[in-house]
């Protein structure tokens, strides 16, 4: 019985050597973790898709949904790009990274809990991070980046457009210099035909760096790889050639509700109000409709800039064993609701997020082409990908996996804009509660009796959110019922 066990194992080590000096796997052999492709875009409404809405033109993005799943009622945690990105990168609430506006941000020293990036690196992957970050006011390192491209925010270990290409980078900047701050004065949303080449624009330029870089990879690790875009943000500068797609005649833009004065009490007064008003209440319907179709025309760019790069990575093999992430920041008022552009509100435009899982690593129990109507966060994707890849949580984080069907029956977001106040939004498919309170260090303490006041909503009957409900009689029993629920979400967000 000896010389039998030792004749096995002789055979079984033959077998083991010929498949691996062959190239083959073996039975024995773990699988090769998946690769991660995490794609997103700055300021994307919900609805410029093309499965959607039939006036935008998304092929790669619509090829996405139709092999993966669209995440229909998915929503940011704030809707402003600094604490956006904090939340989805780490997996937390504002009030728990507390970073609650866009002069925010956290130090290396502080940083509560593992990046996105940091969880994969340490698992395994290489990590590689193209485009926007955004995290705050402070300067900061890769974050577990260890190769890293960005168009504007220096990064300790990282390249910058400015560094590597400064004569584009300057020739952006005077493009764009008329249009104000963050691009977002009424001629940056007006916009017009860029006359720079697309590698002379940021999001160029980031989608140059990363082809290259999928083109020489030489690394037998599995791929964790980040590309992030700072458009359809205005300005809307477009590059030749996509607005061509359009027809500007055609476009269908903002609806105005009949009011003589803005009605937005949790949001009154932000957003550069009177700027927007005063010259969109007067602009001309060809202005509308330029101004939005360039919004769209800014859509398609990004969607063709993640299809080649998606290309580049099919033709390098990196597709094989995949999951392909894609989401946004925040969305984009685009005009609605009084003439509000941007985002700083918890209106649908500004909060939902379009969100998509797709590829060829898309766990079996999530079904192809489909539609999950349950409820979806940005939160929710750190712990989704740590899931996935069979990651243990650093620290236990309150959202959930979106592999899961087993979800909470809301999603939330909240707004820090106004000082001493603070606005939280409880959403489900048919209804929404936004409630104003005054502001608390710590979430955990707010109570019913910081309450200043309240909007609410049903999403069925007015999906434009017109018509505010709150404390009417035939809303108060359901209203009751999300405010408690919302009061007891808020206790479990203690600042790590």
């Not at 980078?169 to 963050?182: H, L, Q, R, S, T």
């Not at 290259?212 to 590059?239: C, Q, T, W």
């Not at 607005?243 to 476009?251: Q, S």
Request: charged share 30%; aromatic share 10%; glycine share 6%.
């Amino acid at each position: 019985m000896k010389n039998n066990s030792n004749t096995f194992l002789v055979l079984i080590t033959l077998i083991i050597f010929s498949c691996k000096k062959e190239g083959k796997s073996t039975l024995l052999e773990p699988l090769k973790k998946p690769n991660i492709i995490f794609l997103m875009d700055d300021q994307h409404r919900f609805d410029a898709l093309g499965i959607i809405n039939k006036q935008v033109i998304t092929p790669t993005l619509d090829s996405l949904a139709k092999d993966g799943v669209f995440y229909s009622q998915a929503v940011c945690q704030a809707p402003m790009c600094v604490p956006s990105r904090n939340s989805m990168m780490l997996g937390l609430y504002p009030n728990q990274t507390g970073v609650y506006r866009n002069s925010d941000g956290i130090k290396d020293e502080n940083v509560p809990v593992k990046t996105m990036a940091e969880y994969f690196k340490e698992a395994g992957y290489e990590t590689a991070g193209f485009g926007k970050t955004h995290w705050g006011k402070y300067k900061t390192n890769t974050r577990g980046f260890e190769t890293r491209y960005t168009s504007e925010i220096k990064e300790d270990g990282g390249i910058t457009m400015l560094e590597m290409n400064p004569e584009a980078k300057k020739k952006y900047d005077a493009e764009i210099a008329d249009m104000g701050p963050g691009e977002e004065n009424n001629l940056g949303y007006l916009g017009f035909t860029s006359k720079l080449e697309e590698d002379e624009h940021r999001d160029g330029w980031v989608t140059k760096q990363a082809i290259n870089y999928i083109k020489k990879r030489n690394d037998e690790r599995p791929l964790f790889l980040y590309l992030s875009y700072m458009k359809p943000h205005a300005g809307h500068n477009v590059p030749k050639g996509y607005e061509d797609l359009y027809d500007a005649d055609t476009i269908k833009y903002a609806e105005q509700p009949n009011w003589k004065k803005d009605n937005s009490p949790h949001s009154e007064g932000v957003n550069r109000r009177d700027m927007y008003r005063t010259y969109w209440s007067k602009a001309s319907k060809e202005d509308w409709q330029l101004m939005t179709m360039r919004y769209y025309a800014n859509v398609t760019w990004i969607d063709d800039m993640m299809g080649r790069t998606l290309a580049a990575l099919k033709e390098k093999g990196l597709l094989e064993n995949t999951l392909i992430v894609y989401t946004s920041d925040h969305g984009e008022m685009l005009g609605e609701r009084f003439y509000k552009f941007n985002k700083y509100n918890l209106y649908d435009a500004s909060v939902r997020v379009p969100m998509l899982l797709a590829g060829t690593a898309l766990p079996k129990n999530l079904q192809r082409n489909s539609i999950d109507n349950l409820s979806a966060e940005n939160t929710d994707l750190l712990p989704t990908l740590l899931d996935f890849a069979n990651i243990k949580q650093d620290k236990p984080l309150l959202g959930e996996s979106l592999l899961s069907n087993k979800r909470n029956e809301a999603t939330f977001a909240a707004l820090h804009e106004r000082d001493g106040e603070a606005a939280f939004m409880w959403r489900t498919v048919n209804y929404k509660l936004i409630l104003v309170l005054n502001r608390r260090e710590n979430a955990a303490n707010y109570s019913e009796k910081d309450i200043i006041t309240g909007e609410f909503y049903n999403l069925k009957e007015d999906p434009k959110e017109w018509t505010n409900l709150y404390d009417n009689s035939e809303v108060k029993e359901i209203q009751n019922r999300y405010k408690i629920a919302l009061l007891n979400y808020l206790k479990k967000m203690a600042k790590l």
